[in-house]
């Protein structure tokens, strides 16, 4: 025979173990919803090299000086840190001797004489994304220092996505080589939609 106590005990301990487990799944299910939000800040950059061309040299692909953004003729943010990569190597059996990630933060430091301060993205497939100083907002200049046509080669495309969160989803706002910069369109004041 069983002990009307512990078959108590045992059902008290079976509902503590249920509402544990139902709290660990709200605590998860509230950590996955955070992370595909698509409101709040403009803060995330990604940069994807689009060049098919200098993959033969230490400095393939795309090469990135800088990332900065200008407010009424000022620069007002920089790219504060690199939250993921993939820097490739350019043509199979090359080597990118320029793959230090902090030479792509702050302002514009490229050294043409020395050939340094700046990250080589390696080709088609190679990618940065950052998180920029301050928001981006709606008007902004996004200028990308793309110094290939400084560094002996030729200047490389790479285009230019935002997003709100450092996981995406980014929405494209245009490519540009050397030098270039973009607006912050009108569109991404709405939420980006989670669509692929």
């Known amino acids: 025979m069983t002990n009307p106590n512990d078959a108590k005990k045992m059902k008290t301990k079976q509902k503590q173990?249920?509402?544990?487990?139902v709290l660990l799944l709200v605590v998860v299910l509230f950590f996955i919803l955070r992370s595909?939000?698509?409101?709040?800040?403009?803060l995330y950059v990604?940069?994807?090299?689009?060049?098919?061309?200098?993959?033969?040299?230490?400095?393939?692909?795309?090469?990135?000086?800088a990332i900065e953004i200008v407010r009424d003729g000022e620069v007002v943010g920089t790219a504060s840190l690199v939250v993921d990569s993939h820097l490739?190597?350019?043509a199979p059996g090359n080597t990118n001797k320029f793959k230090d990630l902090s030479q792509i933060l702050g302002i514009a430091n490229y050294d043409a004489e020395n050939r340094e301060n700046y990250v080589a993205l390696g080709g088609s497939g190679g990618y940065v994304i950052v998180k920029m100083s301050v928001p981006l907002q709606v008007g902004d200049i996004l200028r990308v220092h793309e110094i290939g046509a400084g560094t002996g080669g030729s200047a490389e495309p790479c285009s230019v996505?935002?997003?709100?969160?450092?996981s995406g989803p980014f929405q494209e706002i245009g490519e540009g080589a050397g030098p270039f910069e973009l607006i912050?369109?009108?569109?991404v004041r709405k939420p980006i939609s989670l669509s692929p």
């Open 17 to 21: 173990i249920v509402l544990l487990v």
């Open 36 to 42: 595909c939000r698509s409101d709040g800040p403009l």
């Open 46 to 65: 990604r940069l994807d090299d689009k060049s098919k061309q200098s993959l033969q040299t230490d400095y393939p692909g795309s090469d990135i000086d």
């Open 88 to 90: 490739l190597d350019g």
């Open 161 to 166: 996505a935002i997003g709100r969160n450092e």
């Open 184 to 187: 912050v369109p009108e569109a």
